[in-house]
């Protein structure tokens, strides 16, 4: 069956300028995740979805970033006024639900290049 | 949830088995152990998890000890395929911590042929 599937793959913006980042996951998955994972970093935990709701928002690093899902499917992650130190690759993961979270199957990430 | 400790990197020849050692000494009653691994420009891949007895799928074995600080991954004929970076993670799916695996800076995993 499709994995989860992330768009678009690359991403080269101007500093100052907004991106959206797009993440589709399993069909029937209900929990969504998004980390971020900066080059030689580990994965840093940004939010987590359990359904259309965010409980945990506690990660997004700034208040420039926010992230939403709608149907309980795509969830987007925006970023507004880009900086350098946003640059990194941002990795979307779903699993079954809350209780399957251990369980996460991740996207082929977006890598988002901030000149 | 607990930290782990994990070697920075290993080398494994191709065929043998590869035994990853991960240190959890201040892991929980009620957290798991899990293991992901991230080869080069994907996303991470769960491989298995454990709570306290001897766990094997299709993928590797997993053996935690008795006191449960302290598990083992075991590959048992890697593959240069197999090159990736290993991650231990505890965590407590029934918790509250939303999800949020959190991943270190895991062992990096090279097979020769």
């Known amino acids: 069956g499709a994995g989860v599937s992330q768009s678009p793959s690359n991403k080269v913006t101007e500093k100052g300028k907004d991106v959206e980042l797009r993440c589709d996951p399993i069909?029937?998955?209900?929990?969504l995740y998004w980390y971020r994972q900066s080059l030689g970093q580990g994965l840093e935990f940004l939010i987590y979805f359990q359904g259309n709701s965010a409980p945990d928002k506690s990660g997004l690093p700034s208040d420039r970033f926010s992230a939403e899902r709608t149907g309980g499917s795509v969830s987007t992650l925006t970023i507004q006024r880009t900086q350098q130190e946003d640059s990194a690759v941002y990795l979307c993961?779903?699993?079954?639900?809350?209780?399957?979270?251990?369980?996460?199957?991740f996207g082929p990430g977006t890598r988002l290049t901030v000149t | 949830d607990a930290k782990t400790t994990q070697p920075t990197s290993m080398d494994c020849a191709e065929g043998r088995a590869a035994n990853l050692p991960c240190n959890h000494s201040t892991i929980s009653g009620n957290e798991y152990v899990y293991w992901y691994r991230q080869i080069h420009s994907q996303g991470p891949q769960y491989i298995i998890h454990?709570?306290?007895n001897n766990e094997t799928n299709e993928m590797a074995s997993l053996i935690i000890t008795e006191d449960r600080k302290s598990s083992t991954l075991i590959l048992p004929h890697a593959t240069l395929r197999d090159t990736a970076v290993y991650y231990c993670i505890v965590y407590n799916a029934g918790g509250t911590s939303y999800g949020k695996l959190t991943f270190g800076q895991g062992t990096i995993l090279t097979v020769h042929p």
């Open positions: 454990g709570l306290k």
């Open positions: 069909s029937g998955h209900t929990a």
């Open positions: 993961a779903s699993s079954r639900g809350r209780q399957s979270s251990y369980e996460q199957y």
